[in-house]
């Protein structure tokens, strides 16, 4: 591939400014005349409950209030609030077993924070006070807070549909036995020489975005309801409250909002249903609702915790015959992506090593935890913490170097990626590897941390990974993109593809001016208008410079092709025969034959006849590029984390010393987007391996919905952190990029947790790892080498 | 539950102590006194409820941190934290405020908060306030009738209950002046680095010819207020501080606290961890203070 002009610049990005500067106006900033407040009755005492009595009527003769709203007096058509019940045929929607089995208001609680009723009044303040008025009276139930609880035979049944609780499992059509496999499993064990095994555990960790859910929604006086929104989905919301409040997709317009961080807690709807449902009670007057942090803790969802079991079994030559891995998750109160997450675990469990053969159970079980759904990485943390702890075991029982079993080991071009039957079409991980272990000096820590004496070990660990870009083939993946150029060879790109702060808008950018020939400051990117904008997923699978960027490309190379055809025309050659340079066209090989983009441009607008010879002047007709675009493959990208730690075997603390991380990224687009998505996914993977867990009483009353008690990496937490970009063009990808929104987060996960491993020699089996599990373990172990 | 609406109060802007004294005569348990205001206004948007705020914002003379080598310290109600730090008399001379200051909270709230409102809000976490304990000292208290000084041993009666009464104004916190071969250092873990201690130590040391003459151990967040270990004090005074007697104290810490299950740790780790606490913060005392 040759020189780019703006590929692979540190362009300045769209974003930035209005951001640093507080110009960005966030949903919470916007004002309209006559706006009025919602505010959402929420249970706080129970769990689990009936509603027994619902009493509004003190509330509602507070000052300012305008409605109180229960449950009757909203739609009571049930809902998912998930999207990924969209990304599938309808065919596979049934075999998934995907069900609506949310309320706008309930009278049976499910979870710590469910919804109630609502107030509208004239000021935030009026609505608060009201909510205070409201009476609620419950009949409390028994609490089922892990799939152990919930299972039990005399446990109450959530939905008559799903018995057992049991919210989801890979189904038997498409995954015989209900598992995700390949080979015999249970034969293969046979040949194994040395087996490792555990049950661990995996923390409900929240995405911790800035932004708090903040919603407007308005239904106008043409029977439009248009909702304000940060979502990272705009056009499947569109769909979805379309489908909801049973109004054709041109009467719902969804107008985003900048979006405040996003991280999966966006993916869907969260309370767009509650704040639309608001709206249509007031019709003409915009309604505002906002939520707190504690409120958007309980309300928007989390990753998915629960136990994971997995065995593994290896030959002395180090060989990998077998893994059998169940992962059993907390699902949560709602359905909402309870197939999603149950299924990409073991994908990427599936997608890693060259096991001989291969078993994975995936199950999904209510609980009254609040819901879990999209959280970067989508699974592969989970599964990074659990197979890359068990890699290091039999590594240590087999007496061979993690990195030089991985390098051997990995799955690599060719082999069946993370989805079976998809061949990896590239891969880099091996010069991650290197380049990682190099940077670190791996090998002579590994060799000095063998002859440790005193309170404080250290010790190095690595972990490797691989993901996605798009979710083809399991799921639908599709942007539409239009690029219109302006009468001045200036363009704009119209498209729903969401920038969640990743950078995803300034690299469609940097690809519209790579491929249309322009220079970065002649494109704007416009969204946030799902009137204008055609289909697009929405943010998620670290997808939006994969699929967004191929559907920008290939709207752009219309809309070149377009100027290319013209300039033919008028230069009187063929296609072929000419290049652009500095938006002019040129004739090859004949200096003085050319014409500019403008020319085309403003002649293709401002089309006027000669008034002598009648004939028009140049080509007549704006010139517009489209796409619909849909990616032929999911461009694999593959990393590794090598991670070196401090332990302090008296207290139990764990201090991360340094971090290289090493991705194949395929082709850096923005590099300083790229380093950007890689350090803020090592802050939250290390986040979910050492410090942070959403969790409950007893009585499933969360302990910890706010900043208060939920600790995550502080700048001051973070170690030193080498980011290395390993560039091997994919064959599929734009200008040969991958996906990095979510990779960053995942390999820091197993990379520290076997650092602790090569640190005092025990595995801890709970995440987060706290000093005070670290110092139990080291108790019971009795001696730490 | 939090809410994003504060109760509705009266804020009163007094201009002089005097003023102060007189509204809290008036309106006693019904005002409360805002300074920093990073633990009231976020009490006013949970449950707390008064109906008057009194500002100490335009009260002259209570914004001083004087130091005399002949009298000691003195830090006036409205002295910030980020003041504290800023103080090269209390970094030679309070090892212990200084370094609990350092790690206080966050730099805004650093900007905001007073050493004063952490010794009145009585939490057995304070950071501050362990470091004052351990360095000794009294609160100076004010009502319409006098002054009076409460010494800091005798000011926590209970969690969030101090000695002050309903109208009495907290005019400042005083510390003697160090004595000779005084070393002081305070020591706490924190689950992330800006966090609320889960267990915390500070300790006073006054050494001479190679011994401890007297010693003050305090630690936080293993009983309901700051507590002191005057079995810990009793071995150190009098001792060489040698690896044997640390081991004592190690031994001897777990028994004079009575730690609990919280949402920042639980109590069998902080008994396990007392010890060892204690023992690095003798030793962070000895070297220099600790202040590198």
Same mark, same amino acid.
């Given at each position: ?785 | ?126 950071? &501050? ?82 011994? &401890? ?7 936080? &967040? ?71």
């Amino acid at each position: 591939m040759g020189e780019f002009e703006v590929v692979g610049k540190k362009v300045e990005r769209v974003d930035v400014r209005a951001k640093v500067t507080g110009g960005a106006l966030y949903a919470a900033d916007v004002q309209m005349a006559g706006m009025l407040y919602g505010k959402i009755v929420r249970c706080y005492d129970y769990a689990h409950a009936k509603v027994t009595g619902l009493d509004l009527t003190e509330a509602a003769k507070c000052k300012g209030v305008i409605r109180v709203l229960g449950p009757d007096d909203v739609t009571r058509k049930e809902y998912n609030a998930s999207v990924l019940d969209m990304m599938v045929s309808t065919d596979m929607r049934g075999v998934l077993g995907d069900i609506d089995d949310q309320n706008i208001f309930t009278d049976h609680v499910k979870h710590y924070g469910d919804a109630i009723a609502a107030i509208i009044a004239t000021s935030e303040e009026a609505a608060e006070r009201a909510a205070e008025k409201v009476r609620v009276s419950y009949e409390e139930l028994p609490v089922y807070l892990t799939a152990e609880a919930s299972k039990q035979p005399d446990a109450l049944q959530f939905r008559p549909e799903k018995p057992g609780n049991l919210a989801f499992q890979l189904p038997e059509m498409a995954f015989p036995d209900n598992c995700y496999a390949w080979g015999d499993v249970d034969k293969s064990f046979e040949d194994a020489d040395i087996i490792v095994e555990d049950t661990f555990y995996v923390p409900k960790q929240k995405q911790c975005q800035m932004e708090p859910g903040s919603y407007i929604a308005l239904y106008d006086d043409q029977g439009r309801l248009n909702c304000w929104t940060s979502t990272q989905m705009p056009k499947l919301v569109q769909k979805k409250l379309a489908n909801l409040f049973e109004l054709p997709m041109t009467r719902v317009k969804i107008n985003q909002t900048v979006i405040g961080g996003g991280f999966g807690a966006r993916l869907g709807m969260v309370l767009e249903p509650e704040t639309c449902a608001l709206a249509m009670a007031v019709p003409g007057r915009p309604v505002k609702l906002l939520s707190t942090r504690e409120e958007d803790w309980v309300t928007s969802p989390s990753r998915h915790p629960g136990k994971y079991w997995m065995r593994m079994g290896f030959k002395k030559d180090g060989t990998p015959v077998a893994c059998d891995a169940r992962f059993e998750n907390y699902k949560g109160a709602y359905y909402v992506d309870a197939s999603g997450t149950a299924f990409t675990t073991g994908a990427w469990l599936g997608g890693m090593y060259k096991f001989d053969s291969l078993r994975y159970h995936g199950e999904s079980y209510y609980t009254n935890q609040s819901i879990c759904g999209a959280f970067r990485g989508y699974g592969n943390p989970q599964t990074n913490f659990v197979m890359e702890q068990l890699i290091d075991r039999g590594c240590a029982e087999l007496g061979v170097d993690p990195i030089e079993w991985r390098k051997k080991w990995h799955k690599t071009v060719g082999d069946d990626g993370w989805c079976m039957g998809v061949p990896y079409n590239s891969c880099a991980l091996d010069e991650c590897l290197d380049r990682a272990a190099e940077a670190i000096g791996w090998a002579e820590k590994r060799e000095k941390y063998k002859h440790q004496t005193g309170t404080v070990r250290r010790g190095i660990g690595v972990a490797v990974m691989n993901h996605t870009s798009g979710a083809m083939p399991m799921l639908l993946e599709h942007t539409v993109c239009d690029v219109l150029l302006h009468q001045d060879a200036t363009a704009t790109l119209n498209l729903a593809c969401s920038d969640m702060g990743q950078g995803s808008h300034t690299t469609l950018r940097q690809v519209a001016a790579e491929t249309l020939g322009f220079p970065y400051e002649d494109i704007h990117i416009a969204t946030g208008n799902s009137d204008a904008a055609g289909f697009d997923i929405g943010a998620h699978a670290s997808r939006t410079l994969y699929v967004g960027g191929g559907a920008v490309k290939q709207a752009c190379e219309d809309a070149r092709r377009q100027l290319f055809e013209r300039a033919a025309l008028e230069l009187e050659e063929s296609v072929d025969n000419l290049y652009m340079e500095d938006k002019i066209i040129h004739v090859k090989g004949a200096s003085n034959k050319s014409i500019s983009v403008e020319t085309i441009t403003d002649q293709g607008v401002n089309n006027f006849m000669n008034p002598e010879t009648g004939e028009r002047i140049g080509q007549p007709g704006q010139i517009q590029g489209y796409a619909s675009f849909f990616p032929p493959h999911n461009a694999p990208p593959f990393g590794t984390t090598i991670a070196e730690v401090e332990v302090d075997t008296e207290t139990g603390e764990v201090r991360v010393l340094e971090l290289v991380n090493a991705h194949d990224v395929g082709k850096a687009i923005h590099p300083g987007v790229v380093e950007g998505q890689l350090d803020g996914g090592a802050q939250q993977g290390l986040g979910m391996v050492l410090t942070e867990e959403t969790y409950y009483d007893d009585k499933g009353i969360c302990q910890n919905n706010s900043f208060t008690d939920y600790k995550m990496f502080g700048p001051s937490d973070m170690p030193k952190m080498t980011n290395i970009l390993v560039e091997n063009a994919d064959p599929t990808g734009p200008f040969g990029a991958k996906g990095v929104g979510e990779a960053g987060l995942v390999p820091p996960v197993g990379a520290t947790a076997n650092a602790i491993f090569n640190a005092i020699g025990i595995q801890i089996l709970e995440a987060p790892i706290t000093p005070e599990k670290v110092l139990r373990a080291i108790e019971e172990k009795g001696d730490i080498i | 539950m939090t809410s994003r609406v504060m109760r509705d109060f009266d804020l009163l802007l007094p201009e002089s102590v005097a003023e102060v004294v007189d509204l809290l005569t008036r309106h006693k348990n019904n005002a409360a006194i805002l300074a920093g205001g990073t633990d009231l206004l976020i009490a006013l948007k949970f449950d707390y409820a008064v109906d008057n705020v009194i500002s100490l914002a335009l009260v002259p003379g209570l914004a001083e941190l004087t130091f005399d080598p002949e009298k000691g310290l003195v830090i006036g109600a409205r002295v910030t934290i980020a003041d504290i730090l800023k103080s090269p008399e209390v970094r030679e001379n309070y090892p212990a405020l200084w370094q609990a200051a350092k790690v206080f909270a966050t730099p805004q709230l650093r900007n905001t908060a007073t050493v004063l409102g952490n010794v009145l809000r009585a939490s057995p976490a304070g950071d &501050c306030s362990l470091a004052l304990l351990a360095l000794g000292g009294s609160v100076l208290l004010k009502n319409s009738r006098g002054e009076r000084e409460v010494d800091i041993d005798n000011f926590w009666i209970s969690y969030g209950v101090t000695a002050r009464q309903d109208d009495e104004l907290a005019m400042a916190f005083k510390i003697p002046p160090p004595a000779a071969g005084q070393k002081s250092a305070f020591r706490r873990m924190t689950r992330t680095t800006e966090d609320l201690s889960k267990i915390s130590a500070a300790v006073s040391l006054q050494m001479g010819g190679g011994t &401890c003459q007297t010693a003050r151990v305090a630690m936080g &967040c293993v009983g309901p207020t700051l507590v002191r270990l005057p079995g810990v004090e009793k071995i150190l005074e009098g001792a060489e501080i040698s690896p044997e007697v640390l081991q004592e104290i190690v031994a001897a810490t777990a028994a004079e606290i009575n730690p609990i299950d919280d949402k920042r740790s639980s109590a069998e780790y902080r008994l396990k961890v007392a010890g060892v606490l204690v023992k690095r913060v003798i030793g962070q005392a000895l070297d220099n203070g600790g202040n590198n």
